[in-house]
């Protein structure tokens, strides 16, 4: 198992498994707040947000619902995955098939 | 099928051949639009164009599928795992956007303005959800099905779990494909002249073409297809109406142009605000007309019903609150629907899952981002070129659309000339009006027409599926007669989806007005069944079997109820929520049951808490083997 990082080297499975997890849970909730933001604090001041008018006349509160929004929603998943299988998995060596042995390891 | 046997040079391989076939395809496809405008210039007559574009893709649909013959159990329900995430996520993006995107969206923005974004955000938004909380996971999980991760994430009383999530899955699928036979209908019925009733048998025979002879494999390669062609049919007229009227095809971006306009002309005559949000009262307008219906068709069985008065409920007017509960019911639903959630079963890994999720995303992206523009754009035009001008001089496709039904005109007070209130529109109307608004060929207009009937077929495949595998396998080979073979499984299967597919077109004919709640109403159910449940299957290890039984149950019902009391009688509501976000109740309802009676009973046994770890991690094993149905590897005690 490749795994550059010496503390997590250390670690056994299951107590790699564990940090994996937590860092995990960590990174969903951030990007859940980022969600949550994105989809629902602007409706409640939709009237307010809408007597500013940008780019080619969008009401703001029109277009954070109908634009800004939706490509938030598309840039949060696909950073999720980068970062999973690109950072989080191989610093915990879960980037590559893992032997039989050690899947018995208790 | 242990995730090492799949060769990563030879998905590379497939990947690409599968670029040079749908690549080819696309070119295919705009070679085809353009020989039909040079026979239309040359006078091809108009229903010629229609059956052309109608048998041409009914026909392609029908070879991909035949193409696809699989006697595989794991091709015929998981297509083979082996759908590359970019492939998976236009094949998601079909079966995902319905005849209610790809039709009636935009038309529906267009009356409710702000309120109507709710549908934008929430069909979208719930791909974060999947992404974040489900799609790698239930792909390490492996297996066909979601009762299946039902049954053995809560193996205690295994088939308690599953016997109730198949009612789920398939309560929930059924509601949703009945909306998409009924797109069906108006589709062929426009495209080629029709009748409604013919338009659903021979839609549906299209569809069965398909998924009868390849399950998923067939299932997904047509939907890939079925994505490129609604796509371009969804791009084309807007570009080109915003192209006639600010002289930029870019319609995402000049939409702004025609709010502004519309806000402007709507001050001028003192109409309410298109963009001001929650501008909705709660009315009981479709049950009355329902139960007229109803009424009528069926006088034997709803004779004794009595048509309720008119009740428009405004205490809650300018509360956002139904607005954000509707948005959430949305996107908890995307999370939780079982024909989208399968198909994170068809991708090579955990990781491609994720990955796929935001292919997905993007793909559906493509069509939301541009309906808010349909709208807008068709508004400006009839503000402008319609509203205030006199009913003698109205354009030609006010004339034409007002012959269909989908828009009325009525001089109420006798002047002559059109205000805003005299003109009614059907939601349907605006997608499909606009290519004749821009004054583009009928080609065009046949082409949309195609592509929401692409629309409304790659959904009902993945519905009709689903409810099938429901029925053949988690209820009949799970539960009524394990030891049933592969042959009699297929055929089981395939019996069921045409049983399925005649019971939604019987169910679609007397065309209700409950119809359009109808898919609304299946996010809601999945909100409150499904989503509750596998999210508390990966992240709560102590969630147990009664906990999520109770809680799928509860959801359920508090649901059901609540929509039924609301959708009868607007006064009855609980901070101005309407039936179409009843979910958000039951989805309290559930995860409050699962918590309160996991805590109650016994923690699930150590076994179980494993399966939950493994999991958790992207690599190693998948934890149901998928080719064979070999008794489960982990799902036993004293591992």
Not at chain 2, 1 to 16: E, I
Not at chain 2, 387 to 402: D, E, R, Y
């Amino acid at each position: 198992m490749a795994v550059k990082d010496p503390r997590v080297a250390r670690m056994t499975r299951e107590q790699r498994l564990n940090a994996y997890w937590r860092e995990n849970l960590r990174m969903i909730a951030v990007l859940f707040v980022i969600w949550l933001a994105a989809g629902y604090l602007h409706p409640p001041f939709a009237k307010a947000l809408n007597e500013i008018r940008i780019l080619t006349g969008f009401p703001l509160g029109y277009y954070l619902a109908s634009q800004l929004s939706l490509a938030i929603f598309v840039v949060l998943i696909f950073f999720y995955a980068w970062w999973a299988n690109n950072v989080l998995d191989p610093k915990y060596g879960f980037h590559e098939e893992e032997s039989r042995s050690e899947d018995a390891n208790p | 099928m242990s995730m090492s046997t799949v060769n990563k040079a030879d998905v590379a391989a497939f990947s690409r051949r599968l670029q040079r076939y749908y690549g080819l395809f696309l070119i295919g496809l705009f070679i085809f639009i353009g020989v039909m405008l040079g026979l239309e210039s040359l006078g091809l007559p108009r229903v010629a164009i229609g059956y052309a574009f109608l048998l041409l893709t009914l026909a392609l649909y029908g070879v991909i599928g035949v193409l696809n013959f699989t006697r595989k159990l794991d091709e015929y329900y998981v297509a083979g795992r082996k759908v590359p995430p970019f492939f998976n996520g236009m094949a998601t993006g079909a079966d995902w956007m319905s005849a209610a995107s790809f039709i009636s969206m935009a038309g529906t923005i267009w009356l409710l303005g702000y309120d109507g974004l709710a549908y934008v955000m929430g069909w979208t938004g719930g791909y974060v959800l999947l992404a974040l909380f489900f799609a790698p996971y239930l792909r390490k999980f492996g297996q066909f099905t979601i009762p299946d991760f039902v049954a053995t994430r809560f193996a205690e009383h295994a088939k308690g779990a599953r016997i109730v999530g198949a009612i789920c899955a398939i309560i929930v699928s059924f509601t949703y494909v009945t909306a998409q036979v009924t797109g069906v209908g108006i589709i062929m019925s426009r495209l080629v002249g029709v009748s409604y009733e013919v338009g659903v048998f021979v839609g549906l025979s299209g569809v069965l073409l398909c998924s009868l002879l390849g399950g998923m494999k067939s299932i997904t390669w047509t939907q890939v297809a079925q994505y490129l062609i609604l796509i371009t049919a969804y791009l084309i007229p807007v570009s080109f109406i915003s192209q006639k009227l600010t002289g930029i095809p870019i319609s995402e971006l000049m939409y702004g142009q025609a709010l502004g306009a519309v806000t402007d002309i709507e001050r001028q005559l003192n109409l309410s605000n298109y963009v001001e949000p929650f501008k909705q009262a709660l009315s009981n307008a479709s049950w009355i007309s329902s139960a007229t219906q109803l009424k009528a068709q069926a006088p034997a069985i709803f004779g004794g019903l009595t048509v309720p008065a008119p009740v428009v409920n405004t205490d809650w007017r300018g509360a956002p609150w139904e607005f954000l509960a509707l948005t959430f019911c949305l996107m908890a639903g995307t999370a939780g629907l079982p024909h989208i959630l399968i198909r994170y079963y068809t991708v090579p890994d955990p990781k491609a899952a994720r990955v796929s999720v935001g292919w997905s995303l993007f793909f559906i992206f493509l069509l939301y981002f541009t309906a808010p523009a349909y709208a807008a754009f068709s508004r400006w035009e009839v503000l402008t070129n319609v509203v205030g001008k006199p009913i003698a001089s109205l354009p030609a496709w006010v004339g034409n659309w007002s012959a269909t039904g989908l828009m009325s005109i009525r001089d109420a007070n006798g002047d002559g000339i059109l205000q805003f209130p005299e003109l009614t529109i059907v939601a349907d109307i605006i997608v499909l009006a606009t290519p004749e608004i821009a004054g583009l060929p009928y080609t065009i207009a046949a082409l949309v027409a195609a592509g929401g009937l692409a629309a409304a077929l790659s959904t009902a495949d993945g519905l009709l599926l689903v409810i099938a595998t429901a029925v053949s396998h988690d209820l009949y080979a799970k539960v009524i007669n394990p030891k049933a073979s592969y042959g009699v499984r297929f055929l089981a299967s395939r019996v069921m989806i045409v049983i399925a597919a005649l019971l939604a077109a019987f169910a679609a004919l007397p065309r209700l007005a409950l119809i359009v709640q109808l898919v609304a109403w299946a996010f809601s159910l999945a909100a409150a069944t499904f989503f509750p449940v596998v999210l508390t299957g990966i992240f709560w290890r102590r969630a147990n079997a009664k906990g999520a039984i109770a809680g799928m149950i509860g959801g359920l019902l508090v649901t059901a109820t609540y929509m039924f009391m609301n959708y009868t009688d607007p006064r009855f509501t609980i901070l101005g929520l309407s039936h179409l976000s009843a979910g958000i109740f039951g989805m309290i309802a559930n995860f409050t049951l699962q918590i309160v009676v996991s805590l109650a009973t016994k923690a699930p046994p150590r076994y179980v808490q494993d399966l939950v770890d493994q999991v958790r991690v992207p690599v190693g094993e998948t934890v149901i083997p998928g080719v064979t149905d070999q008794p489960l590897p982990v799902a036993t005690p004293g591992k």
